[in-house]
């Protein structure tokens, strides 16, 4: 799904609702809000939000109503509530929170609308085809952080004293960070006569 049509579809829908609730009373659109995170946790990320979607004229509980699931950083869990979203008759599923809401919700539907958000490569991680086309009822936003990395290390080295060790921590069981990211920040992070840990 190409954004323009996601966002002229999603917009048109919550539009729409005021003229043909007075004929018929339909349901508004509901936005499946489909989240890796916890609520606490993302409150300024989940205004934002709100306020992007307030900013083109969907207004929750004016035109358009949230389902929000979150997952509490439990990923078995995202399945279930994707799931859950889908027998909620959401129009459309914003999967935030990583790559695995993304997954989730493309597992869940191949017909709902889902846009996602990740840090990792989302064609790497078979959510999309190719970035410039996506296709299938998906698209997106890729924040490639973890490619940048290893330059972040180098900057680290222009800045620390050639005696000094440099450390990267990262957790060995994340999808984003897998052998060739390793060997990456390994080289980024080696320097003649300096330990990289």
Not at 160 to 184: C, E, H, K, Q
Request: charged fraction near 15%; charge should be positive.
């Amino acid at each position: 799904m190409r954004r323009r049509n996601f966002i002229t579809l999603l917009a048109g829908a919550a539009a729409a609702w005021p003229l043909t609730a007075r004929a018929q009373r339909p349901s508004i659109p509901i936005i499946g809000f489909l989240s890796t995170r916890s609520p606490g946790e993302a409150a300024s990320l989940t205004a934002a939000f709100r306020q992007g979607l307030k900013e083109i004229g969907i207004v929750e509980r004016e035109n358009v109503a949230i389902d929000f699931r979150w997952a509490n950083l439990q990923y078995d869990r995202l399945p279930a509530l994707a799931a859950d979203l889908i027998r909620n008759r959401v129009t459309v599923i914003a999967a935030v929170g990583g790559i695995h809401s993304g997954l989730a919700a493309k597992a869940a539907t191949s017909t709902i609308p889902v846009v996602f958000v990740s840090a990792g490569d989302p064609v790497d991680f078979g959510l999309v085809p190719s970035l410039s086309r996506p296709g299938g009822n998906i698209t997106g936003i890729s924040m490639v952080t973890v490619a940048l990395a290893p330059k972040r290390l180098e900057l680290l080295h222009e800045s620390v004293p050639p005696s000094g060790a440099i450390a990267m921590l990262a957790n060995p069981t994340s999808p984003y960070f897998g052998p060739d990211d390793r060997r990456a920040g390994r080289s980024a992070g080696a320097r003649p006569g300096s330990p990289c840990l």
